[in-house]
């Protein structure tokens, strides 16, 4: 069967399998960054968008199907971001994976869909 599946959908199996292969540690979820305002008419940053509070790093992932939040430190962040651009790069090869898969039994299988 597997030499019914086109060289170049093997060929682009192989590349999403050795980037997997090369993948570090992964994260769930996304980073959210903001800067607030208090809301105390007499604060410096009711009026000057550089004077708002934070940053605030929120961490946001969802477990059984709830959002879980969770404050980063900037340290933190420049320690886990990579991970999580992982963890978003993994997702994406996945999906790629499976998709070219589909493609290469339905080719293999002569399937129209
Ligand atoms: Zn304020």
């Known amino acids: 069967m597997t030499d019914h599946i086109p060289s170049e959908v093997d060929a682009e199996q192989r590349r999403i399998v050795a980037e997997l292969g090369q993948m570090g540690f992964t994260l769930p979820g996304s980073v959210v960054t903001r800067t607030v305002t208090c809301g105390k008419p007499a604060c410096r940053c009711a009026d000057d968008p550089d004077q708002r509070h934070g940053p605030y790093i929120q961490w946001s992932r969802t477990v059984k199907g709830r959002t879980v939040n969770k404050m980063l430190?900037?340290?933190?962040?420049?320690?886990?971001?990579?991970?999580?651009?992982?963890?978003?790069?993994?997702?994406?090869?996945?999906?790629?994976l499976?998709?070219?898969?589909?493609?290469?039994?339905?080719?293999?299988?002569?399937?129209?869909r």
């Open 73 to 96: 430190s900037v340290e933190q962040l420049e320690t886990y971001q990579p991970w999580i651009d992982n963890g978003r790069r993994l997702r994406d090869l996945a999906h790629q």
């Open 98 to 112: 499976e998709t070219l898969s589909l493609e290469a039994m339905r080719t293999a299988e002569g399937w129209k």
